[in-house]
């Protein structure tokens, strides 16, 4: 997939741009996306109010369309949109019927936003909080699953698709196994789909029913911040306690009679005035490659290309890294970046950084190699 590098000619494009290998972090936008943030700002500019008009006419259900298509979702109405997923995390958690104290069930491998905000609300004893180790990485399926069973009322249990801290992935049939040993059909079960929305080829039909899944765009999607999305099946936090009042945008019209409402469809889990120019970058990050004909299946086969190549060369270089190192060898068990453990990541990234390449690293695990 060479010569696309012009589409970027604003970020890594650029004359002295560095070699950026954290796409896993913030993937450079394409250029496509300066002339949505124009847009989103002419746009505020000339209608003002009524700007809303169109972003909730427009806006919102062609960003829907495009995410409900690369997921596979039988409904665009069911994705609901915020500035991160830690908000939706906390609007979940207002949805459950865990109170005063939530059951969850996670992994000691989630992002660091949930695992500081579990951790919190564990020390005030309002979670009592299993998580479940994610290595060693073959077993991993078989002890979460013998934790799932050790009680019958988990209010929440969130997992992620793809482990941010070392790239293994959950297979669709790992997904669909931890979803059908779910002991309660309240339990509200959540996939963390950050590493691999735009990232891997996800198809989400046969599990929209029952599964939250939530992502953004600061990664792979490549259009920044303040566009996080979460698939909302029906049926499940149809009052969220934490709610602003875009969640009640589809019953305005309604009677209230003293109870609060609130819309049928994913917009239920809707907060309040927000940002809007994440969406016009979606959007526009979304057309371009449909113009390019580029599918996420032929970016991940591409990416894996190069993952290759590079692991080729350092198996034969003179490294702290080698193939040895590398977390996650079965590159169809591995997302869309290297992960490797060495007690040197630390100062790797730094001297990396001072040749004007970027990684990172978190602990002893040096992340990178994600296009």
């Not at 999305?229 to 209230?256: I, N, Q, V």
């Amino acid at each position: 997939m060479p010569g696309f590098k012009q589409h970027f000619s604003r970020s890594t494009g650029r004359p002295g741009a560095p070699l950026h290998f954290a796409a896993h972090s913030h993937h450079p936008w394409p250029d496509a996306t300066f002339e949505a943030q124009q847009n989103c700002w002419e746009d505020a500019a000339s209608l003002l109010d009524r700007k809303w008009g169109l972003i909730f006419e427009k806006v919102i259900p062609a960003a829907q369309a495009h995410i409900a298509r690369h997921l596979a979702l039988p409904d665009p109405k069911t994705i609901a949109f915020a500035p991160n997923t830690h908000s939706l995390l906390l609007r979940l958690l207002a949805a459950t019927r865990g109170l005063p104290k939530h059951n969850v069930l996670a992994t000691d491998g989630e992002f660091h936003s949930f695992t500081r905000q579990m951790s919190r609300l564990a020390e005030d004893e309002l979670v009592n909080l299993v998580r479940v180790p994610v290595e060693p990485f073959p077993t991993f399926k078989q002890r979460f699953l013998a934790a799932m069973a050790e009680r019958d009322d988990w209010d929440l249990v969130w997992l992620s698709h793809v482990f941010f801290n070392s790239g293994f992935v959950l297979s669709p049939e790992d997904i669909s196994e931890i979803l059908a040993a779910v002991p309660d059909r309240e339990t509200f079960m959540v996939l963390d789909g950050y590493h691999a929305f735009m990232a891997l080829p996800v198809d989400l039909s046969r599990v929209a029913a029952r599964v939250f899944y939530v992502a953004g765009g600061y990664k792979y999607a490549m259009a920044g911040e303040g566009v996080c999305f979460m698939h909302c099946p029906p049926g499940y936090g149809e009052r969220p306690r934490d709610t602003g009042w875009y969640a009640e945008f589809g019953a305005l019209d309604k009677s209230r009679d003293g109870v609060v409402a609130y819309g049928k469809d994913a917009s239920r889990f809707s907060g309040a005035t927000f940002d809007p120019s994440g969406l016009y970058r979606l959007n526009a990050v979304m057309d371009w490659l449909d113009q390019q004909n580029i599918g996420i299946a032929a970016m991940h086969e591409y990416c894996l290309t190069l993952q290759r190549h590079f692991l080729d060369r350092l198996a034969g270089a003179k490294t702290n890294l080698n193939p040895i190192n590398l977390m996650i060898a079965d590159e169809r068990r591995r997302g869309r970046f290297l992960t490797f453990r060495t007690s040197e990541a630390s100062r790797l990234e730094r001297e990396l950084g001072s040749r004007n390449i970027i990684v990172d690293h978190r602990a002893d695990r040096l992340r990178n190699l994600s296009r």
